[in-house]
């Protein structure tokens, strides 16, 4: 499965921002989908994680309450609401997929990545 991420840029803190990543390939709705993040100079970590069917998401707590993952499988895209953004959020962001749930929300090693977008928040 390909997969291509989009909707960063440069937004100042307490704004918005959606990003989107829209899958080609097999089935979509097999795969479990997972947004990650990666600031310079620090390793690349979970943010946000939704079943298959949609019926199951998860975060890391950071963002808890000010993020919202959901995906439109007819549409084969997966999309990360942020609202309240924080200085602290700004990193490349990637969209990741695998068959198995645990694979993204747990063990953070999904199969298929795809390129990250950047995401700026400004203080």
């Known amino acids: 499965v390909q997969l291509q991420a989009s909707g960063g840029g440069l937004v100042q803190a307490g704004g918005s921002l959606r990003l989107s990543c829209e899958a080609s390939g097999r089935t979509f709705s097999s795969y479990a989908m997972g947004w990650f993040r990666q600031a310079p100079g620090k390793e690349r970590e979970f943010v946000a994680g939704?079943?298959?069917?949609?019926?199951?998401?998860y975060y890391t707590d950071s963002v808890k309450g000010r993020f919202t993952i959901s995906r439109d499988n007819a549409k084969s895209t997966v999309y990360l609401q942020m609202n309240s953004l924080k200085p602290e959020d700004t990193a490349v962001y990637y969209c990741a997929a695998d068959t198995n749930l645990r694979h993204v929300v747990v063990r953070g090693t999904p199969t298929y990545w795809g390129q990250g977008t950047q995401v700026t928040v400004s203080s």
């Open positions: 939704i079943s298959g069917s949609g019926g199951s998401t």
